[in-house]
């Protein structure tokens, strides 16, 4: 935590462009005193700022500055955890308590996984009388969610109203933790997913409601799965993937593949790897006239298994992963 407060400080104190519409309100947050209790904080809160934005931006600040992620309370809220009521006002007010004390035990020990911000955001909201939703989906950042072996619901994140119109927040990636894999902490991520473009948000983010995707064309759920992987410093760079670029690279005969950017930086330093190796290849990319970027990758036929990756790095930062499928090996199978 010591490291992600000195970089969130730095970031602050030389004025970074991503949150320079928030600097009071993230100043003034990074100096808050300990709180004991939620309630504290959100009065604090509404003490400090007058309009919504200000409050969710406050919340959202305070949940990513002073949040470490793992493992807290979960187990209060296990499938065989079981309370007595009588009717379905009795069971409704089990339920609210099972979550305060998830949120309180969350909140004093400055420790959770997604459902705790997100509930620990909610709490606060509810405290501003702003409307707001714990989003539940699924989110895609490693192989297991190419190999067909998805979750119905693997993360969750949250929807608040603000002046009329729904925003999404996730403090959890803005953290620099994607599920299983905990990024370097930079303070890019805040701003890409605070209050994010829907459209890019579903590069990573897929609701299991897809009203909640915010969007007037919702996206398929088979369509996100044959998408490549986003990681967050995707969003930080000027670069655009082609959608002509398909996230399943198919090994046979032809060992050679084409992946296609519409935009790219003037400078950059392009690379990629195969199953996560430590040895990086430099990317070749070529323009032809008005068609899209493109870089010629040459993939070993001795790849054996059915499955395997491509990570593509920009600067000596991931920004996307592909899965390979070996197509030799599948039809090999029974």
Request: net charge positive; glycine share 4%.
């Amino acid at each position: 935590m010591f490291v992600r407060k000195f970089l969130l400080l730095m970031l602050f104190a030389v004025g970074s462009i991503y949150g320079r519409d928030y600097r009071n309100v993230d100043g003034k947050v990074m100096e808050y005193p300990y709180f004991n209790s939620v309630e504290h904080l959100g009065i604090r809160i509404m003490n400090d700022f007058a309009t919504d934005k200000q409050r969710v931006r406050a919340a959202f600040i305070w949940i990513v500055y002073n949040m470490d992620y793992g493992r807290s309370y979960d187990v209060i809220f296990q499938a065989d955890k079981h309370f007595p009521y009588y009717s379905e006002v009795g069971r409704q007010y089990q339920l609210r308590q099972l979550e305060l004390e998830k949120i309180d035990h969350s909140f004093l020990y400055r420790l959770g996984v997604c459902l705790d911000y997100s509930l620990i955001l909610k709490e606060l909201c509810n405290q501003f009388k702003i409307p707001s939703e714990i989003i539940i989906g699924l989110t895609k950042t490693d192989m297991r969610d190419h190999n067909g072996e998805y979750h119905l619901k693997n993360h969750s994140w949250n929807a608040v109203q603000v002046d009329g119109d729904w925003k999404l927040v996730d403090p959890t990636w803005a953290l620099g933790q994607t599920g299983n894999i905990q990024l370097l902490f930079t303070g890019n991520y805040i701003e890409q997913f605070f209050f994010p473009d829907p459209s890019n948000f579903i590069k990573s983010h897929l609701p299991a409601n897809p009203a909640w995707q915010l969007l007037d064309a919702p996206v398929a759920a088979d369509k996100f799965k044959k998408q490549p992987s986003y990681f967050p410093e995707y969003f930080s760079r000027e670069v655009e993937l082609s959608a002509k670029t398909s996230g399943v690279i198919s090994l046979a005969d032809y060992n050679e593949y084409l992946i296609m950017f519409d935009r790219l930086p003037e400078l950059n330093s392009m690379h990629y790897s195969i199953d996560g190796s430590v040895i990086l290849k430099k990317m070749e990319i070529k323009k032809v006239k008005d068609q899209p970027y493109f870089s010629v990758i040459k993939l070993n036929k001795r790849l054996r298994n059915k499955y395997h990756s491509l990570t593509v790095f920009m600067d000596y930062r991931p920004i996307l992963k592909f899965k390979i499928e070996n197509q030799k090996h599948s039809e090999s199978k029974p």
